[in-house]
């Protein structure tokens, strides 16, 4: 089992940068393929970004490309995102996710972890 704890949202400018982290509990955060989900009031969670337990493989939703990146620590136990230029349309909270298979969160939109979320506030 894992436990994921997000920080670093709050109030980016459009056109600022922000980077959020998930610090992940246990020995096994390198088993697992991870995710960056955000849900906008009134949305639906959807999916942002995920990498695979290596790093070596990532996925980025087409709205986020070259601006977000995605990376992963696994000797810290932590996640990275990190978000360039903001859009009026990337505020929400963010969830870190965890995954025993990358194809849960990618191709299902679903994980076997999540974290509480972070906010993130873009203004213009």
């Known amino acids: 089992q894992v436990q994921l704890v997000e920080s670093g949202g709050g109030l980016v400018q459009a056109g600022g940068s922000l980077r959020l982290s998930c610090a992940a509990s246990?020995?096994?955060?390198?088993?697992?393929?991870m995710g960056w989900f955000r849900q906008a009031p009134g949305k639906e969670r959807e999916l942002v970004t995920a990498?695979?337990?290596?790093?070596?493989?990532?996925y980025y939703r087409g709205s986020v490309k070259g601006r977000f990146t995605t990376s992963r620590d696994n000797a810290k136990n932590t996640l990275y995102l990190q978000m360039n230029s903001p859009k009026p349309e990337d505020p929400g909270v963010y969830y870190c996710a965890a995954a025993f298979d990358i194809r849960t969160i990618v191709n299902y939109a679903g994980a076997d972890y999540w974290g509480e979320g972070t906010l993130v506030t873009v203004s213009s």
């Open positions: 246990g020995r096994t955060f390198r088993s697992y393929a």
């Open positions: 990498v695979g337990a290596t790093g070596g493989s990532t």
